[in-house]
């Protein structure tokens, strides 16, 4: 069965420094991965996604994910943390029936000024 | 496009009182999915519709809950009676399941439920 692990319900780091957000997946077909972020008292809004093709994806705010079949991950990064990234960010991968999503249970991220 | 539409965003009511949550996907979707979200569970789904009719109901908690879609331009969720517990906030979301996994949400809406 599909499931997704989020490393870290909390990630501290300081304005500028790199931020890096860890997701695991498990799947028994080839997956659709995503990303999505949420900000305070908002919807859910996609940061970048993984279908096919090249295994490095970039998205919107500077954000992008690497595709590691070897390693089942998909985790997110960004080279400098602004203060406006400061959200909860959730990681998903395709599920088996009909379209759904099967999500992680997200990482909250902090920055420090 | 307006993107996902709900309506309203908070409600406070009092329980035993009926809820009604309303949704307006975005044009041209076929999958419309509604969501749960609190603190101690996280993002729950619900239920799930396909061209407007339900595909999977086994996230409803309980019989207090239903779905409706009646059209493809609205869907409601509705809580009767309502307990405190039932306090969170309720997404829709809207895909093109046939062309993409990728969903689309709405602003949420808040339930205080006293």
């Known amino acids: 069965a599909q499931s997704v692990t989020q490393l870290g319900s909390h990630v501290s780091v300081s304005e500028g420094a790199l931020v890096l957000l860890r997701c695991n997946y498990s799947?028994?077909?080839?997956?659709?991965l995503f990303w999505y972020v949420q900000y305070p008292n908002q919807g859910l809004q996609l940061l970048l996604k993984y279908t096919t093709g090249a295994t490095l994806v970039k998205g919107i705010n500077g954000f992008e994910a690497e595709f590691k079949k070897s390693e089942t991950s998909f985790h997110l990064t960004k080279p400098s943390a602004h203060m406006s990234d400061a959200a909860e960010y959730f990681c998903?991968?395709?599920?088996?029936?009909?379209?759904?999503?099967?999500w992680g249970a997200g990482t909250k991220l902090i920055i420090k000024p | 496009d307006a993107g996902v539409i709900q309506s309203p965003r908070h409600e406070v009511t009092e329980m035993g009182q009926e809820v009604t949550l309303r949704c307006k996907p975005i044009?041209?979707?076929?999958?419309l999915f509604w969501y749960r979200q609190t603190m101690m569970r996280g993002l729950e789904l619900l239920i799930y519709f396909n061209n407007n009719v339900p595909i999977d109901d086994s996230g409803m908690p309980e019989d207090r809950f239903s779905a409706k879609m009646p059209n493809a331009s609205f869907s409601t969720l509705k809580i009767q009676p309502s307990e405190p517990r039932d306090s969170a906030v309720y997404f829709c979301?809207?895909?093109?399941?046939?062309?993409?996994?990728?969903?689309?949400f709405g602003p949420g809406t808040r339930l205080t439920v006293t």
């Open positions: 799947s028994s077909v080839p997956p659709y």
């Open positions: 979301a809207s895909s093109l399941g046939q062309a993409t996994y990728e969903q689309y």
């Open positions: 044009s041209g979707h076929d999958y």
């Open positions: 998903a991968v395709s599920g088996p029936l009909n379209y759904q999503l099967i």
